[in-house]
């Protein structure tokens, strides 16, 4: 390829991103997490596996040191008690705050995400979020760049093999579900997003997550799980 070709391949590309056919998603989540974004898993007290899950990203406890169980991790390392850990935990504490305290919300309160489209934005439930049944659609509008912030007041629930889904160009990893107490999702969901739970984090058989599942003060519970926090 000559150098005129090469030139020309690069403004072609650069038209076509700019025109919005092509769609680079970026991740964001660094923005929000600062060094617990390298976690894929963190917690508070415990990480604790039942059956065999796939972590890719690292995990990490602190102020608590237990991490049990068939857990193998790729691209990423383990962090119990250590200083990574805590400095982790710190910042964990400062995104929660951040996400909790954002205004403009539309309050979905009372109402299921499943069956919705959202585009980016902050929603808020005062009590329980849940996605009961079907899909919950995140639209990035060709925006790799959108963010969904969910503040939810108390509990985070999934059903029985529901499923988040990104389309437009949106990226997993700029979802954020900021959760007052804990989060359960169910067996077989496919989820998107960081998790951030203020107590503790439980998945359920089989579920999957593309993004994080951070927990403040209690533990994360694993059974036979896939997270990818890339």
């Known amino acids: 390829m000559t150098t ?6 690069i403004f072609v590309l650069l038209t076509i991103v700019s025109a919005g056919h092509l769609s680079l998603r970026t991740d964001t ?9 390298q976690f894929a898993v963190l917690a508070g007290s415990t990480i604790t596996g039942s059956g065999k899950s796939n972590i890719s990203g690292s995990i990490g406890v602190a102020a608590g040191t237990s991490i049990t169980g068939v857990i193998n991790v790729s691209g ?6 250590d200083s990574v850990a805590h400095r982790a935990k710190r910042d964990l504490k400062k995104a929660y705050n951040t996400l909790k305290g954002m205004t403009g919300s539309k309050n979905l309160t009372g ?3 499943g ?5 980016p934005g902050v929603y808020k439930f005062n009590k329980s979020g849940k996605l009961k049944s079907g899909t919950l659609t995140l639209d ?3 925006n790799s760049n959108a963010q969904w912030i969910f503040q939810i007041g108390t509990t985070l629930l999934t059903s029985y093999k529901t499923n988040v889904k990104m389309i437009g160009g949106g990226n997993p990893l700029n979802v954020y579900w900021q959760v007052g107490s804990s ?6 969901t496919t989820m998107c997003g960081n998790i951030i739970a203020y107590a503790s984090i439980t998945m359920k058989t089989s579920a999957r997550l593309h993004g994080r599942a951070l927990a403040r003060i209690g533990g994360v519970t694993l059974i036979s799980n896939k997270i990818n926090k890339n």
């Open 4 to 9: 005129t070709q090469f030139t020309t391949l």
């Open 29 to 37: 989540s660094n923005n929000f997490l600062g060094s617990a974004a």
């Open 76 to 81: 990423g390392s383990i962090h119990s008690g």
């Open 111 to 113: 109402r299921n995400l």
């Open 115 to 119: 069956g919705m489209t959202l585009a």
């Open 140 to 142: 990035g509008q060709g």
């Open 183 to 188: 989060a359960t999702i169910a067996a077989g």
